[in-house]
């Protein structure tokens, strides 16, 4: 008789019988991967040993698999540590002069290893901090003084044409796709902060 099945086996849902997939049936969509600046998220790893929690960089978590990165600590400087800013000359000195280039240097081109090795699509990185600010930095003055340029690990990104924003531009990324123009141009944002991550 046709339609009745045999003892022992369970009828096809009318979806497989019809050759369409339920919700049930698809396999989860995997998230894109998003590179952020371990301090966004919470992780006491800035220059003070204190953290800068993000609420809207953690929101991002629900749309995407977040990376958390610090160039800092993975150049081998400590935390706390005492802040750093960029110099006129293109190095990094501490406020009691040492020279921390190389250790922004190696910490920057580990992030960017870890980031290729995650498969991140681009990064969220602190404002305005030596190692990841973009579009503007301090002045290596230690005044407070803001002016145009980038950190060394988001200039490392750009340099390979990697999407680099701030947590105050968490706004532009998109639902399902990469900001075209974040990692060639960051927006400049103001702020009363005086010092760096």
Not at 37 to 60: E, N
Not at 96 to 105: A, L, P
Not at 148 to 176: M, S
Request: proline fraction near 7%.
């Amino acid at each position: 008789m046709s339609g009745e099945v045999p003892r022992g086996k369970k009828k096809p849902s009318g979806s497989i019988l019809r050759g369409k997939k339920t919700l049930s049936d698809a396999a989860p969509r995997e998230k894109k991967k998003i590179a952020v600046s371990a301090c966004l998220l919470g992780a006491p790893c800035r220059y003070d040993g204190a953290s800068k929690p993000c609420r809207a960089v953690m929101r991002l978590g629900l749309r995407y698999e977040l990376v958390p990165l610090c160039p800092e600590c993975a150049g081998g400087l400590p935390v706390p540590r005492d802040p750093s800013e960029i110099q006129r000359d293109g190095s990094v000195r501490s406020v009691n002069g040492r020279n921390v280039s190389f250790e922004y240097m190696r910490g920057a081109s580990e992030c960017l290893r870890i980031f290729r090795q995650s498969g991140a699509v681009m990064a969220v990185l602190k404002a305005r901090s030596p190692a990841c600010g973009c579009g503007q930095i301090y002045d290596g003055s230690f005044s407070g003084t803001l002016v145009r340029g980038d950190g060394i690990f988001a200039a490392l990104l750009k340099k390979h044409g990697i999407p680099v924003l701030t947590e105050e531009e968490v706004d532009a990324v998109p639902e399902n796709a990469v900001p075209e123009a974040a990692g060639s141009a960051c927006h400049e944002g103001e702020s009363n902060e005086v010092q760096e991550s």
